[in-house]
């Protein structure tokens, strides 16, 4: 053997022990499964980087030329060359766009403990093989089927004579040199074109199909001549009783050495669609920002003195979900996303009551309190972090049961990293740019193509949240027309972008206008040139941080209109705000009118009731005139004061008290009326004085029920004041946003990093260090076992001579370990000793001290 042979590594722990600290970094980073808990050591971490949990998620983050790569490493031979699986990727005839990508993918999977080994003996994990590898179950997205051995497992040894002297070669003594023989025929290019050119026509019409996937076929009992030619010369090889196969080695013949009928080493670029100037996307954006506001807003509003019940199973039932889209103008899916935005961003939740429902939190009345663009940066990058998917809405989950706006089973983990991933893409086109929307799913799907469908739906999970993203963020204004905006921009922590030319409206590509992507120039496209394989995707949510977000608001505040302080009052009861109105003229407007329509300018309507509920909140007469004169830049119309006036007449004429509940009226007319009314008898009214009616409903059934009648009841207290209604009466008590779900384990920082290849480096020591036997219980790799007398004489030895000594030791929790420790003092019934395994000194007590073994000279 060799000595290049014999210092190969012959296992994935062997190869690991050969990287340095900086590449067992790269791989805890990429694959952070693999240090929840740390492992113990170098053989530890590489059975855990074997298990199939692991191998397959690592697999799922893989791109799609990384996955061609170890698919053609499954079919190739174990162990392959770099030359065997460059040519199975590349063909005879060569791509240079495959051997430029190919070198730094092998790197990428080799760092990522896929495949370990040198060029000249490249492993594919174990684990991942199985997976790969094609089969009748599990056929490989190659087409490719199984070789001759294995295709020829269960025939007979005098078939397999038959079929390599009609193949035109030498009888062999046994069955394994028989299958070697047709191997090495199928796989001899020269000879094979020989035997194929005398194929007849239709059994190479038969190869043809077969050539390229599946490779199974389905034969009679007496298969015509074209299909005999190829059964007896092994071209096709009978896997059960009418089914054929097409030998893998006969495959790539024919395909001319290509695994895969179309090699992807470079990604699809995300082509531009449109090109608008970027003062007009940030405008567009800005305003669709205000309207997301405004719609977020008014929901919290229209539920402020208390939303909806809450499910038993939890969240909204779809009647309350469609009264919001009514309420709010909008299609119910589209309620369901601004219903989940608000309890993403903290600001509703339950009020956790025992008739619960919800409501507004405290925090809806500070972000109220906020500038119009920081209220903003705080939705925006609560979607941005957000795990909860308002698209999956009207759903069903595995179970079969109904996915509700506001309820459980909506969290997806991918949701944050794929955002964060569409509006990269975005960014990585020049300013005012919008791409088309297929170019961006397709590269998507590209860098993760092993994402099996969901059961709901056809369609790859990312691909569904890739959709909502370019219409989510177009509804929150972080795009506007297609294209990311500035603030946008900075909300993923990236520059501005330069302006296309404004003369044309085109992009003009190039270095200047491209972001940097994780430290790799942009190609031509914008993206970066790094493969997808070295940028394993994040584990954790993806929140914008306070710098970005406040650039962002930075950036987005002056596009922002400036809210008005006057409205414009019309003579057919009506009120025309032709912008955004400063919040408390606002909120007081909203209280005396309703809101007939919205757009770029809102109008208001003044009705009985819409008057009425302003007096009811402790507005007079006088205080609403002098309100409308203030605020209006039109005269007060005859026709509006006189609806006031007439209303304000009226209020309070009615007291409605605590009986059940009682009304009381100085005119006993008005209760003589009210009596006499037969709309009334659902009320069960009867007279306890001349003045005063007694009824066995609430006090708030009973004014509902007199308004509907025409009255103007105002609610009195025990002590016979009149009640003011408040438009914030009720919120939720203290309520935090919920928390995003991460996929995995979070990605670990350098600090952890570092400790964590520290303790491996010093586990690995202590397991792999030499050491003296002390009988046959301390063989094996079991932990050393002496008596209390011996372990405390060899401890008190290794102080003398400072040497290093090997221990067993079993803590608190019953949990063994084998450490490799210096001794320093040994008294009162303790050790204390520096701890080569943990790189620090520490004590041990005598008593847990399994045993103590000298370590070897060597």
């Known amino acids: 053997m060799s000595p290049e042979a014999s210092s190969a590594p012959r296992s994935l722990a062997e190869a690991l022990r050969t990287r340095d600290d900086a590449s067992l970094g790269a791989l805890l980073r990429d694959r952070p499964d693999l240090i929840v808990p740390v492992p113990t050591d170098l053989t530890q971490l590489a059975t855990r980087a074997g298990t199939r949990a692991s191998v397959l998620r690592a697999l799922e983050h893989l791109d799609r030329f990384a996955l ?114 047709l191997t090495g025929l199928f796989t001899d290019r020269k000879r094979m074109a020989a035997l194929l050119a005398g194929a007849p026509e239709a059994a190479r019409e038969v190869l043809t199909r077969l050539m390229w996937g599946p490779p199974y076929g389905q034969v009679t009992a007496d298969p015509a001549a074209h299909l005999r030619w190829l059964l007896d010369r092994g071209l096709l090889l009978p896997t059960a009783p009418g089914t054929v196969v097409l030998p893998r080695e006969v495959a790539l013949h024919l395909r001319g050495g290509r695994a895969h009928r179309v090699p992807e080493p470079v990604p699809p670029a995300v082509e531009p669609s449109v090109a608008h100037g970027r003062r007009i996307v940030d405008a567009t954006a800005a305003g669709q920002a205000y309207t997301a506001l405004a719609t977020v807003e008014e929901l919290l509003k229209h539920w402020d003195q208390g939303g909806p019940a809450v499910l038993r199973a939890g969240g909204l039932s779809v009647r309350d979900l469609k009264r919001a889209a009514v309420a709010l103008d909008a299609p119910e899916p589209l309620a369901a996303f601004w219903v989940e935005l608000a309890y993403a961003a903290g600001l509703l939740a339950s009020d956790g009551a025992a008739d619960e429902r919800y409501a507004p939190t405290p925090a809806y009345d500070t972000w109220m309190e906020r500038p119009v663009a920081e209220r903003w940066g705080r939705l925006a990058a609560a979607w941005l972090a957000a795990t909860r998917t308002a698209g999956l809405v009207g759903g069903r989950d595995a179970k079969d049961r109904a996915l509700s706006a506001l309820g459980p089973g909506l969290d997806r983990s991918a949701a944050p990293e794929v955002r964060h991933r569409v509006l990269t893409l975005l960014a990585g086109l020049p300013a005012g740019v919008a791409p088309a929307p297929d170019a961006v799913l397709t590269r998507l799907t590209w860098e993760r193509p092993l994402r099996a469908p969901q059961r709901d739906s056809t369609e790859d999970l990312r691909i569904r949240l890739a959709r909502w993203t370019l219409s989510e963020a177009e509804l929150l204004g972080v795009t506007g027309r297609g294209a990311l905006s500035s603030h946008g921009r900075a909300l993923l922590g990236m520059a501005a972008a330069e302006d296309a030319d404004p003369g044309h409206g085109t992009p003009h590509p190039g270095p200047a206008t491209h972001a940097v992507i994780d430290g790799h120039a942009p190609t031509a496209d914008g993206e970066s040139d790094a493969p997808a394989a070295d940028h394993p995707a994040h584990t954790g949510p993806l929140t914008p941080t306070g710098q970005a977000t406040a650039t962002a608001v930075g950036l987005l505040a002056p596009l922002l209109p400036e809210p008005l302080d006057h409205v414009l009052l019309q003579a057919d009861l009506t009120a025309v ?144 004041d009149v009640l003011i209604t408040r438009a914030d009466a009720h919120r939720t008590p203290p309520r935090t946003a919920p928390e995003p779900v991460p996929e995995g384990p979070p990605s670990p920082d350098g600090v952890l990093l570092t400790a964590a290849v520290r303790a491996i480096r010093a586990g690995d020591l202590a397991a792999t260090t030499p050491r003296k036997t002390t009988g046959p219980e301390a063989t094996g790799g079991e932990l050393p076992r002496t008596s209390p007398a011996d372990t405390l004489a060899t401890m008190q030895a290794a102080v003398m001579t400072g040497e290093a000594v090997w221990i067993g030791y079993v803590n608190a929790d019953g949990a063994a370990s084998q450490r490799v420790v210096a001794p320093i003092r040994v008294e009162g019934g303790f050790v204390t000793a520096y701890d080569h395994t943990a790189d620090e000194v520490r004590t041990y007590p005598l008593h847990r001290i399994t045993g103590v073994a000298e370590l070897a000279d060597d």
């Open 68 to 181: 061609q790569v170890a698919q053609a490493l499954a079919i190739a031979p174990d162990p392959a060359t770099y030359d065997t699986l460059h040519e199975l990727l590349a063909g005879d005839d060569g791509d240079a766009a495959v051997t430029a990508a190919l070198p730094a993918t092998v790197a990428a999977l080799r760092r990522q403990a896929l495949i370990w080994g040198d060029d000249d003996r490249l492993h594919l994990v174990r684990t991942a093989r199985e997976l790969l590898a094609p089969s009748p179950q599990h056929p490989s997205p190659t087409g490719l089927g199984p070789t001759v051995r294995e295709a020829t497992s269960g025939m007979s040894p005098g078939r397999v004579q038959q079929i390599v002297n009609t193949a035109g070669l030498p009888s062999t003594h046994d069955p394994v040199s028989a299958v070697n023989a």
């Open 577 to 720: 705000a032709p912008g955004p109105l400063l919040r408390p003229l606002a909120e007081t407007l909203g209280v005396l009118a309703d809101v007939e329509s919205k757009g770029g300018a809102t109008v208001y309507r003044f009705t009985p009731a819409s008057v009425r509920r302003a007096l009811d909140a402790g507005q007079t007469a006088a205080d609403l005139h002098a309100f409308l004169a203030q605020h209006s830049r039109t005269p007060v119309p005859q026709p509006l004061a006189y609806l006031i006036d007439d209303v304000a007449r009226r209020h309070g004429h009615l007291r409605v008290g605590v009986a059940s509940a009682y009304v009381r009226c100085d005119d006993d007319a008005v209760l003589n009326e009210i009596i006499a009314d037969k709309r009334a008898a659902a009320l069960r009214l009867r007279r306890l004085a001349p003045t005063v009616l007694a009824a066995p409903c609430d006090p708030a059934t009973l004014l509902e029920g007199l308004r509907a009648l025409g009255y103007a009841p105002a609610a009195e207290s025990s002590q016979g």
